[in-house]
Every structure is written in C-alpha cells, then in structure tokens.
T-cell receptor, first 112, second 113 residues
C-alpha cells in the first residue's frame, strides 16, 4: 500500500539547518519528492530523488534516502525566513501510473 | 512560475450546487491530474487525464468528473456539492514520459456553505 508520514511541526532559528523527515511504506516507489507550499499558494517543486539514489544535493537542499528504513529527509542549510512554509513529502508509484501520494505536511517556522 | 494556471482563484457555493474549475496546462503536457487538499492535510489524488481520456482515479465518488481538451485546458466538475468538498483544488500537468515531474498550478479555493 501507500502511506507517507511526516512530523507536523518544526521550529528552527534563522541561519541554522532544518531537517524534515518523512517515512513511506511502499517499497515500489519510483520517485520521491519534496514540495513547498507557502500560505495561500499552490505547490512548488523543490527537489526529487530517484529511488535508486542515496543522496541528492541542490544548492542549500540535501535529500537523503534510506531505502532499508524507507526514510527520506530534506536538509535546508542556512535556513532563512523565506523558508517558512509547509513542506510535503510525496511518493510516485510506477505501479500506480506515477500518481503522487502526499504526506500531511511539515510546517516549518523560522524564528529570528 | 510553473506555466500552469487555474481559475477562479476563489469560489463560494452552497450545498447541492454544481461547480466547474478550470486549469490550463503547460503547452505540450498531455497529462493533467487533479488533487483535493483539505485544510491541514496533504493533497489527495482525484483523477488523471491523458489525451482527453481518464486513465486513473482515486477514492472519489462519480459526482467528481473531468474533461480535458486538445488545447491543454481541462475542467474539474463537482455535482451535488457537500460541505466536505470545501478545499483547495490543485491541477498538475506533466509531459508524456510517465516518470516526468508534475508541475502544479496555484489552486482554486472552494468554500461550500
């Protein structure tokens, strides 16, 4: 089946690193995504990782994938106030025509 | 900017009414998906269209229906609106390769009273 879980809240000081965690249960996931949603807005694709990779880095963003534990994390280096948003982890299943299954989202609050 | 637009941005309806939401995909994107995002939750997959045919559906009743047109526009129709239909409705488009990334529009916020 498909079930994506995330912690609901994260508070981080400006300039520190943020780490957002996600677990998924379907081992056949093909792609795993991180989306950002600011208040009143749609979803912005931040980054994604193919399920045969362990790590992907893109500027301030680092994605780590532990396939054994079905654990995905997103690290944001040097967190800024503009990073305050809801972050969604999503999995894409080849067996399901690549439809996206989302977690409930992690609300990240950056404090000065 | 994702190149995906939606209209209207906000809408208020009453129980029992019908609503049509619209999406304009990126040019060349033949696949469009619709998602419902209730307050405080992640988006839930409603259905997907490829070249004007529905080719995947989530756990939504038949009163949720859609259309896709050759000009990369699409519609989501909801009949007999219920209070629980209040949500942000998102459309997403992608190219023909199944593994391609989906790009989301800004959404339409529907309130059912």
């Amino acid at each position: 089946g498909e079930d994506v879980e995330q912690s609901l809240f994260l508070s981080v000081r400006e300039g520190d690193s943020s780490v957002i965690n996600c677990t998924y249960t379907d081992s056949s996931s093909t792609y795993l995504y991180w989306y950002k949603q600011e208040p009143g807005a749609g979803l912005q694709l931040l980054t994604y990782i193919f399920s045969n990779m362990d790590m992907k880095q893109d500027q301030r963003l680092t994605v780590l994938l532990n396939k054994k534990d079905k654990h995905l994390s997103l690290r944001i280096a040097d967190t800024q106030t503009g990073d305050s948003a809801i972050y969604f982890c999503a999995e894409s299943l080849r067996s399901n025509d690549y439809k996206l299954s989302f977690g409930a989202g992690t609300t990240v609050t950056v404090r000065a | 900017e994702t190149g995906v637009t939606q209209s209207p941005t906000h809408l208020i309806k009453t129980r029992g009414q019908q609503v049509t939401l619209r999406c304009s995909s990126q040019s060349g994107h033949n696949t469009v998906s619709w998602y419902q995002q209730a307050l405080g939750q992640g988006p839930q997959f409603i259905f997907q269209y490829y070249r004007e045919e529905e080719n995947g559906r989530g756990n939504f009743p038949p009163r949720f229906s859609g259309l896709q047109f050759p000009n990369y526009s699409s519609e989501l129709n909801v009949n007999a609106l219920e209070l629980d239909d209040s949500a942000l409705y998102l459309c997403a488009s992608r190219g023909d390769l199944l593994r391609e990334t989906q790009y989301f529009g800004p959404g339409t916020r529907l309130l059912v009273l």
